[in-house]
């Protein structure tokens, strides 16, 4: 009797699960079923940012490096210019 009440609830679970469109698990175990019913939100977070129209413009951009280079030319003369690759603060402390 037990196994006929068994299988009876279980053909209901799965005929409910099938008509409202459940996720069947007998097991209980944990599914990620939950996380992935909900809506993506990276066009949203994507839209919230306006596009920068600048980069499109290869003349724009050629002038900011243009720009970034004269500045960093001018610090070099003044000696205040970021050190080169592996010159640095902290690989000065390796080498000692």
């Known amino acids: ?7 009876a609830t279980r053909g209901v679970a799965e005929a409910r699960a099938r008509i409202f469109g459940h996720v069947l698990n007998p097991t209980g175990q944990r ?3 939950k996380i992935l ?7 949203k977070v994507a839209d919230w940012y306006p596009h920068d ?6 003349v724009v ?3 900011l490096e243009k720009a ?10 003044r000696g205040k210019a970021p050190p080169k690759k592996g010159q640095g ?5 390796r080498s000692k």
């Open 37 to 43: 019913r909900k809506k993506l939100i990276g066009d």
């Open 1 to 7: 009797m037990k196994t006929l009440r068994e299988v």
């Open 31 to 33: 599914s990620g079923h």
């Open 68 to 77: 970034r280079l004269s500045k960093l030319q001018m610090l070099k003369r």
């Open 53 to 58: 129209f600048k980069k499109d413009d290869p």
């Open 89 to 93: 603060r902290r690989a000065m402390k």
């Open 61 to 63: 951009m050629a002038r």
